[in-house]
């Protein structure tokens, strides 16, 4: 079983910045990758971004070059960078990894723009 807990979430003006942070624990030996995805209200949840272990990092077209996902595999915490953040990104960003045959979420981070 991996736990994973979001935060840096918030509220945030248009064109302003966030960090979201992604702590892992538990059995982190399953970790293989890891990414961000959001839900807005009514609305589907979407992938935002991916980061595998080793390999190329993958982002949504609405987010390129804008956010930039990174981990740290020694502190088991993946990270999504947001910059010039835009109303429409307002949503709940929740963690994702998936490895030993599971994946797993964490409950989300609230992220507000306001424009």
């Known amino acids: 079983q991996v736990h994973l807990v979001e935060s840096g979430g918030g509220l945030v003006q248009a064109g302003g910045s966030l960090r979201l942070s992604c702590a892992a624990s538990?059995?982190?030996?399953?970790?293989?990758?890891m990414g961000w995805y959001r839900q807005a209200p009514g609305k589907e949840r979407e992938l935002v971004a991916t980061i595998p272990n080793g390999g190329s990092t993958y982002y949504a077209d609405s987010v390129k070059g804008r956010f930039t996902i990174s981990r740290d595999n020694a502190q088991h915490t993946v990270y999504l960078q947001m910059n010039s953040l835009k109303p429409e990104a307002a949503a709940v960003y929740f963690c994702?990894?998936?490895?030993?045959?599971?994946?797993?979420w964490g409950p989300g981070t609230q992220v507000t723009v306001s424009s």
């Open positions: 994702h990894s998936d490895g030993c045959g599971y994946a797993f």
């Open positions: 538990g059995d982190t030996i399953c970790i293989s990758a």
